[in-house]
T-cell receptor, first 113, second 111 residues
Framework: DGGITQSPKYLFRKEGQNVTLSCEQN?????MYWYRQDPGQGLRLIYY???????QKGDIAEGYSVSREKKESFPLTVTSAQKNPTAFYLC????????????FGDGTRLSIL | KQEVTQIPAALSVPEGENLVLNCSFT??????LQWFRQDPGKGLTSLLL?????REQTSGRLNASLDKSSGRSTLYIAASQPGDSATYLC??????????FGTGTRLQVFP
């Protein structure tokens, strides 16, 4: 079955630690995205990538980093510079970045120990 | 700056009712508008996508309309069922790949 796989489902971070969230898709989509969801707020865009080896900052990129070395993979690193990382993180992909629908994974919930 | 608002924030209805969820956006220069469903603790499921040149889209008991000039979209759910209980999110594509989301309408359909 084609889809988007995010792992792990739950993740805990210690103070000063970097953690990496995995996102893999087998839909052969060119574009991939990372969103953050906080209670009572809409999703906010962290980073997006239209093509391999290229990515752009979204609205809340500070304290996060990404890479896009392969078409199917778009990992997100939450660095120690992100002071309020507790949130639900959602990865999405679309065939292109224009008029195709975005499809989402099941998310990773990150908490601070 | 594009802003998306959804009203109401929460809605509770008995099974069988037809209902309308509202979405408004401040900048009419959009590429498309997408409606999603989110179950608790889960990711988003795409329901309908309306291109900026279209007026409406239908899928089963769902019908979404778009009035770009007034900055409004509605999601109509016919004959609601308890399984429709979820949070419904609308989002507009304003720039290349950039979806702007509303805060959602939390729907509960009781038997």
């Amino acid at each position: 079955d084609g889809g988007i796989t995010q792992s792990p489902k739950y993740l805990f971070r210690k103070e000063g630690q970097n953690v990496t969230l995995s996102c893999e898709q087998n839909l052969n989509h060119d574009a991939m995205y990372w969103y953050r969801q906080d209670p009572g707020q809409g999703l906010r865009l962290i980073y997006y990538s239209q093509i391999v080896n290229d990515f752009q900052k979204g609205d809340i990129a500070e304290g996060y980093s990404v890479s896009r070395e392969k078409k199917e993979s778009f990992p997100l690193t939450v660095t120690s510079a992100q002071k309020n990382p507790t949130a639900f993180y959602l990865c999405a992909s679309s065939r292109d970045g224009r008029n195709q629908p975005q499809h989402f994974g099941d998310g990773t919930r990150l908490s601070i120990l | 700056k594009q802003e998306v608002t959804q009203i109401p924030a929460a809605l509770s209805v008995p099974e069988g009712e037809n209902l309308v969820l509202n979405c408004s956006f401040t900048d009419s220069a959009i590429y498309n508008l997408q409606w999603f469903r989110q179950d608790p603790g889960k990711g988003l499921t795409s329901l309908l996508l309306i291109q900026s040149s279209q007026r409406e889209q239908t899928s089963g008991r769902l019908n979404a309309s778009l009035d770009k000039s007034s900055g409004r979209s509605t999601l109509y759910i016919a004959a609601s069922q308890p399984g429709d209980s979820a949070t419904y999110l609308c989002a507009v594509l304003s720039g290349l790949g950039k979806l702007i989301f509303g805060t959602g309408t939390r729907l509960q359909v009781f038997p």
